[in-house]
């Protein structure tokens, strides 16, 4: 049973890839470390809020407003 889960979850690796790749590239380029950014992973769930967050953090918002808007974006689920 568990190979079959593990053989079907490969396309969506393979998605994700990509994407974190593109991440981190976003979030050195604003001059942080990579290691920030896997730890950004593990602790910001929502994919679009990590993407967001990068491009708050380029603009200079705060802590306050990066806050609330992930909580905004995560809000989606509840």
Known sequence: MMQGV???TFPVLFGY???GI?????FQDLGYPW????LMA???YAGTAQ???VGLLAAGVGL???AISTFLINS???
């Open 51 to 53: 993407f967001m967050i």
């Open 22 to 26: 593109a991440f981190g590239m976003l």
């Open 76 to 78: 989606r689920h509840i």
């Open 42 to 44: 593990f602790f910001v």
């Open 35 to 38: 290691y920030l950014a896997t």
């Open 64 to 66: 306050t407003e990066i």
């Open 6 to 8: 593990v053989k079907s």
């Open 17 to 19: 890839i990509p994407l």
